[in-house]
């Protein structure tokens, strides 16, 4: 949540020194959380939807290549902390400590991630596909609104 308000406005300086910010109302961030039995719900929406798809595959490859930059610098007993970027970390956090992480974006209208952790983990669980990505087409949202306008919303 604190890189929405904060790196999403740029205020990564703020971030760095602390300092509380009260972004405007064009601005604003909703967050949410919620529990059961099961697991714990966090969501966090913008309304802008800057974030896009590419921007964000580009975050996850450098996070994966400042990994492997790292780990070799491990190996080799050399300094790793030039490879400790804070762009993307995290999503890097968020996606490795939850069980299931979404990004959904809707370009120039919101961007939304949602993460779920399970309070007991599952040994069937696989870890490793906790990803998804979607980004709306408002093209195709289009196309859809006029198909149900045509043929009745039930039709679909």
């Not at 009260?22 to 697991?39: T, V």
């Not at 595959?57 to 970027?85: R, V």
């Not at 952790?117 to 490793?128: F, Q």
């Not at 990803?131 to 919303?153: D, P």
């Amino acid at each position: 949540a604190h890189n929405a308000i904060y790196h999403a406005h740029g205020y990564k300086k703020q971030k760095k020194l602390g300092i509380p910010i009260a972004l405007p109302n064009e601005n604003k961030i909703l967050i949410r959380y919620a529990m059961d039995d099961e697991k714990i719900g966090v969501s966090i929406t913008d309304f802008q939807g800057k974030l896009t798809l590419t921007r964000v595959l580009k975050s996850l490859k450098d996070i994966l290549d400042n990994n492997e930059k790292m780990i070799q610098a491990l190996k080799a007993g050399e300094d790793f902390t030039p490879y400790i970027k804070e762009d993307g970390r995290g999503f890097q956090i968020a996606i490795e400590t939850s069980d299931e992480f979404y990004i959904n974006i809707k370009p120039n209208k919101t961007t939304q991630i949602v993460f779920l952790i399970w309070l007991e983990k599952k040994k069937d669980r696989d870890s490793s596909n906790n990803l998804y990505i979607r980004e709306f087409c408002q093209k195709l949202s289009h196309q859809v609104n006029m198909a149900e306008t045509k043929l009745g919303k039930n039709s679909i």
